[in-house]
């Protein structure tokens, strides 16, 4: 039964403080991408990675960082530095970014500022 | 800079009418195209896709309509269901560009009532 995984469903964090948001997929795809969705603004690319360990930024990379250690995972921390937290966010996967542009999308964490 | 144009946030469509969609891009480097259909708290999915050397593609009660010269592209859905009351997301990616990442709009809420 592949497919991707995020957890928690629900976070909450404090102020100041950092969290991390899991991503894990079991489709052999290469590439991995986090997206954040706020009401009326569609979905926002945080950031994306083509193979393992290397990542690029997307359009709003500041206060979150990634890593990809191996091709299933792909963290995304949203630091002390993201001064507006609260959204939806969603990970998702493709085989590859040449070889087709259908990304699958994980269930996404909605992350709450305390 | 919004690349992908969905000028409607809503639509409300009866049961058993053809539902129609629309989307605007600007890049006309542009070459392939995807809906995305998404519930409330889920990630979203993906429904159907256009290349750019076609300007029609049709799955099922699904069909996807191209105006290149236009930069224009339209999703019909008919006949409407209440299952197909969701938000629709239309997302465009150059697939020769090394950047390998979807653009999407920001969607559309289809309510679609008995």
């Known amino acids: 039964d592949g497919g991707i995984t995020q957890s928690p469903k629900y976070l909450f964090r404090k102020e100041g403080q950092n969290v991390t948001l899991s991503c894990e997929q079991n489709?052999?795809?290469?590439?991995m991408y986090w997206y954040r969705q706020d009401p009326g603004q569609g979905l926002r690319l945080i950031y994306y990675?083509?193979?393992?360990?290397?990542?690029q930024k997307g359009d709003i990379a500041e206060g979150y960082s990634v890593s990809r250690e191996k091709k299933e995972s792909f963290p995304l921390t949203v630091t002390s530095a993201q001064k507006n937290p609260t959204a939806f966010y969603l990970c998702a996967s493709s085989i590859g970014v040449r070889t087709t542009e259908t990304q699958y999308f994980g269930p996404g964490t909605r992350l709450l500022v305390l | 800079d919004q690349q992908v144009k969905q000028n409607s946030p809503s639509l409300s469509v009866q049961e058993g009418r053809i539902s129609i969609l629309n989307c605007d891009y600007t890049n006309s480097m542009f070459d392939y195209f995807l809906w995305y259909k998404k519930y409330p708290a889920e990630g979203p999915t993906f429904l159907i896709s256009?290349?750019?050397?076609?300007d029609k593609n049709e799955d099922g009660r699904f069909t996807v309509f191209l105006n290149k010269s236009a930069k224009h592209l339209s999703l019909h859905i008919v006949p409407s269901q209440p299952g197909d009351s969701a938000v629709y997301f239309c997302?465009?990616?150059?697939?020769?560009?090394?950047?390998?990442?979807?653009?999407f709009g920001r969607g559309t809420q289809l309510t679609v009532w008995p």
């Open positions: 489709l052999n795809h290469d590439a």
């Open positions: 256009i290349s750019s050397i076609k």
């Open positions: 990675s083509q193979i393992v360990n290397d990542f």
């Open positions: 997302a465009a990616i150059t697939r020769g560009s090394t950047l390998g990442r979807l653009y």
